[in-house]
């Protein structure tokens, strides 16, 4: 198609030059010589009316070959009469004896009928002539003569066919040429577009290894390096998804096998009470384990489809920061945490119980991952609620991808599922505001930020509290 398309255009800009270019050639090379015959007929003229009847014959030749044309003279042969009536006859000729194929000459009888100038081409059996004719008054001719200067176009056209036929030959040669390229560059285009095509399909079938390759910088090479993203991205979510599946796996095997374990000690008939309530107690915990991985499963589903519900009212961020330091106290002691708070007022809008929770995300993500000694401060400031640890920071190769989901930073500095970062921001652009980490010299904080609450929403909310 892209050939035949390429002869399509060169074949119609041919026929365009062709139709222009000819049609143009020919008028201004039959234009030229009638402005020859134009610029030599005055003077033939006047010598025409002041020359005797004895001497035409020679003048004549004379004349033709001062102006390179043929020269006739009419008489006006045309008897008296009331209406003027025109009757021509050639009455000396510079080709000697030839006068009878001039003899009923349109052009001259034109000038004689409207005593002027007239011009144009005339058709003498296979030939094409250029004319120009002028009525004279004459001392030889009683009834007056038109002079006639005639020159043949055989030559002028000759160049326009010779012009027409380097058009025909060089459209043929450029019409070959263009399906020559035109063939060439669809199969060059065609397996470039197969490769992808090829790609694609290997992509689609969750082949990941292999690049998809294409140097060039036209569009395909867009494409490609487009598909090789979109290659590289998928990996990724593959990889990813695989790593969730083990951790998730191992996740949901460690409390369901101490649950099935606990279960078993549980029947012994010959348990004491306080170790059957430690038991209870351990079983609780391994179950909060599975419903809040069962709630970040759900929640991932939910922000996918759209329909979490949120609601954005003020929130008392310091207030919240100390109830996130309370919650969080029993398990930073007993990892050897020191948990420090610093608060000052600040109000944002937002959902209370899914700021909460990214409270709690952030909080969790710094006791986790940090080694024990490590100090976390939980601040609130303005509209933000900030989290920071003094712990070895995030590795730059994989502080941009610690909100992705299913993410999870290798190493000893990090667990879990890879769920709680990426629904915390999640959470925080859907109550319209944004969560941002910097890692930076040993310090990583992670920052909240909600639109800014004003005081009267703040002061109406409050009163509507019962």
């Not at 009212?313 to 002691?333: H, K, M, T």
């Not at 809008?349 to 100090?375: F, S, Y």
Request: proline letters at 5%.
């Amino acid at each position: 198609m892209l050939s035949l398309a390429l002869v399509v255009v060169v074949a119609l800009a041919l026929a365009l030059v062709y139709a222009v270019v000819v049609p143009s050639l020919r008028n201004r090379l039959i234009d030229a010589k009638l402005n020859q015959l134009q610029r030599a007929l005055p003077a033939i003229a006047d010598e025409v009316s002041q020359t005797q009847v004895y001497e035409l014959d020679a003048r004549t030749q004379e004349w033709a070959s001062q102006a390179d044309a043929r020269v006739v003279v009419y008489a006006n042969n045309a008897p008296a009469s009331p209406t003027p009536k025109v009757a021509l006859g050639p009455f000396a000729d510079s080709d000697l004896f030839t006068s009878t194929d001039v003899t009923h000459d349109p052009i001259a009888e034109r000038a004689a009928t409207t005593f002027g100038e007239a011009s144009g081409t005339v058709r003498r059996g296979n030939s094409e002539f250029a004319e120009v004719a002028k009525p004279v008054g004459s001392v030889a001719i009683s009834g007056g003569a038109v002079v006639l200067l005639s020159a043949s176009l055989h030559d002028a056209l000759a160049n326009v066919r010779t012009v027409q036929q380097r058009l025909v030959e060089a459209g043929v040669l450029a019409l070959l040429f263009a399906l020559a390229v035109g063939y060439g560059a669809a199969y060059v285009f065609a397996r470039r577009i197969r490769r992808l095509e090829v790609a694609a399909e290997r992509i689609a079938a969750g082949r990941f290894d292999e690049p998809v390759v294409d140097r060039s910088r036209d569009e395909l090479g867009q494409l490609a390096r487009a598909f090789d993203r979109m290659r590289q991205r998928l990996s990724q979510l593959e990889r990813a998804r695989r790593e969730f599946i083990g951790n998730a796996s191992h996740e949901l095997r460690t409390p369901l096998f101490s649950l099935h374990g606990f279960i078993e000690l549980l029947t012994d008939e010959d348990l004491d009470e306080p170790t059957r309530r430690e038991f209870l107690e351990t079983m609780r915990e391994q179950v909060d384990r599975l419903q809040r991985l069962a709630e970040d499963l759900l929640d991932l589903t939910r922000l996918d489809a759209g329909r979490m519900h949120i609601e954005r009212r003020p929130v008392d961020l310091a207030e919240l920061a100390q109830d996130l330091c309370d919650e969080f106290r029993a398990v930073a002691v007993a990892t050897d945490h020191p948990l420090e708070l610093d608060v000052d007022e600040a109000r944002g809008l937002g959902d209370e119980q899914r700021v909460l929770r990214i409270g709690r995300a952030l909080v969790e993500n710094a006791l986790k991952h940090t080694p024990p000694g490590t100090r976390v401060l939980v601040r609130a400031r303005g509209a933000s609620l900030i989290v920071e640890d003094d712990g070895p920071g995030i590795p730059p190769e994989h502080a941009g991808h610690v909100f992705d989901r299913f993410y999870r930073v290798d190493g000893a500095h990090a667990s879990g599922g890879g769920l709680g970062l990426a629904i915390a921001r999640e959470l925080a652009e859907a109550m319209g505001g944004t969560l941002e980490l910097r890692s930076r010299g040993g310090r990583t904080t992670l920052t909240l930020g909600l639109p800014t609450a004003t005081p009267e929403a703040f002061s109406r909310e409050i009163a509507a509290v019962p």
